[in-house]
């Protein structure tokens, strides 16, 4: 059975890491770049955001015995294919676990227009898939 209160509790940091994101995206590119507060805010929000949501997806397969996933980005592949996930959002979703690697581990060459244009058109990804996660409870 998947255990509600670890779900709730990460559900509940996604909800203030997305937060934090929606007012990044109030601010113009050109702000963003030139002041390293808001950029490195919304660096780390966003890995963190798309952390919760790996976390939650690894929680969900773990419990349910799903086939274990090699890779960050096959988490939402194996839920998409046990109907957890709809596989629109799954395509959407493409491409985030490779971007949470970039953030951990590419962060001297990350590209802020690229950070800045998945704040500004992909919340709304982590939002849907945060708001399916929390009809599991």
Not at 12 to 25: G, H, I, N, P
Not at 85 to 93: K, S, Y
Not at 100 to 127: F, T
């Amino acid at each position: 059975m998947v255990k509600k209160n670890v779900v709730a509790a990460r559900l509940k940091r996604l909800q203030q890491y997305l937060q934090t994101l929606r007012e990044v995206q109030k601010f113009d590119l050109q702000r963003f770049k030139n002041d390293p507060f808001i950029h490195g805010t919304a660096e780390r929000n966003l890995h963190l955001a798309i952390e919760c949501l790996l976390d939650i997806g690894n929680h969900i397969i773990a419990d349910r015995g799903y086939h274990k996933p090699d890779t960050y980005a096959e988490i939402i592949e194996v839920l998409a294919k046990e109907g957890v996930v709809p596989q629109g959002l799954c395509q959407n979703m493409a491409g985030m676990a490779a971007f949470r690697n970039v953030l951990v581990h590419d962060y001297v060459n990350l590209d802020l227009d690229v950070v800045y244009q998945v704040i500004q058109g992909q919340l709304k990804y982590l939002e849907e898939l945060g708001g399916v996660f929390a009809e599991l409870l």
